[in-house]
């Protein structure tokens, strides 16, 4: 099973990252971006044909050591084989 | 006085530490690999500053889960004491042996400058034991992610416990006196016990002689004497 992971900051986290790029944005004439926020994908491969088994796998790996719970959420989307 | 010090792969400053805990105690400190899970009973582990593991992830995570760090959770799991100086603070902060977190720097810049540090009012705490509070120190950071963080409750938790134990202060020039965006200005902190110390700032490159101040040893002579 393909495992996809997204990490993104908490919502009251500041993201100067984040800051930096909508003004860029903005320097760019897209100034309709707003609230942009930066984040990262992990993706990865379970050796298991069982979904929520390697949802809770994934999940487990982002509390122990893939996400940084005080700062940062994260979403977990298993891929079935196609 | 026996301390030692873990090394990692990206770690940096793990010699000038080595340097300036001899230069006060007289001993070398024993040299950690970071994939030894034996420890030898010591006074003081020093989790060294540097870039462990490339920064891979996030600063300090991988090297928080490697086999030298389970020996040091013991270590602290029997009240032994621990510094972590600026990659080592990242990496106590991410072993869940200190609270919170640091993120990038406000300004979006590596700082690389001396800081004006106030000591602070603490619990007890034979780290700090030879530090009068309220005095200050000038000892320089040299980070990309010192900007402490932490929600409202904990940073009141911690400031209630007595466990911020250095604040950036004026530098009575024209730079901000916080390098970084840190909340409440924090430098340093303690783990309620106080026997745990995280700080941004290197105390090892402010030994006297060649660097700009000799506070960073007042401050290394405090810790050493206070835990032996």
């Given at each position: 099973m393909q495992v996809i992971i997204n990490i993104t900051l908490k919502a009251g986290v500041l993201d100067p990252q984040g800051r930096a790029v909508e003004n860029a944005l903005a320097g760019l004439g897209f100034t309709d971006a707003v609230d942009v926020r930066i984040g990262k994908q992990i993706t990865l491969d379970i050796d298991s044909e069982d979904a929520a088994r390697a949802e809770q796998r994934a999940a487990r790996m982002c509390e122990s050591l893939?996400?940084?719970t005080v700062i940062e959420d994260y979403t977990i989307e298993v891929v079935a084989p196609s | 006085m026996r301390a030692a010090v873990i090394i990692f792969?990206?770690?940096?400053c793990d010699r000038d530490m080595m340097v300036a805990v001899q230069t006060i105690t007289g001993r070398r400190p024993a040299l950690v690999w970071h994939k030894d899970s034996q420890l030898d009973p010591v006074d003081i582990v020093i989790i060294p500053g540097g870039f462990s593991f490339g920064?891979?992830?996030?600063?300090?995570a991988l090297a928080a889960r490697a086999p030298a760090m389970h020996s040091v959770l013991d270590h602290a799991s029997r009240g032994g004491a621990v510094l972590g100086v600026c990659n080592g603070f990242q990496i106590l902060l991410e072993s869940g042996l200190l609270p919170g977190t640091l993120v990038r720097n406000s300004g979006l810049k590596f700082v690389c400058r001396e800081t004006r540090l106030a000591v602070q009012k603490t619990i007890d705490t034979p780290l700090m034991a030879g530090l009068p509070q309220g005095s200050e120190l000038i000892i320089p950071v040299a980070h990309n992610e010192g900007n402490y963080f932490a929600d409202d409750d904990q940073l009141d938790a911690l400031e209630l416990g007595g466990q911020i134990a250095l604040r950036y202060t004026d530098?009575?020039?024209?730079?901000?006196?916080?390098?970084?965006?840190?909340a409440r200005d924090i430098a340093g902190i303690l783990s309620a016990n106080g026997r745990v110390m995280g700080m941004m700032?290197?105390?090892?490159?402010?030994?006297?002689a060649g660097h700009k101040s000799a506070d960073g040893c007042r401050f290394l002579r405090s810790v050493l004497e206070g835990v032996s």
């Open positions: 893939l996400a940084n | 792969p990206g770690s940096n920064d891979y992830l996030r600063c300090g530098n009575h020039d024209s730079r901000p006196a916080n390098p970084n965006g840190a700032p290197h105390p090892e490159r402010a030994m006297g």
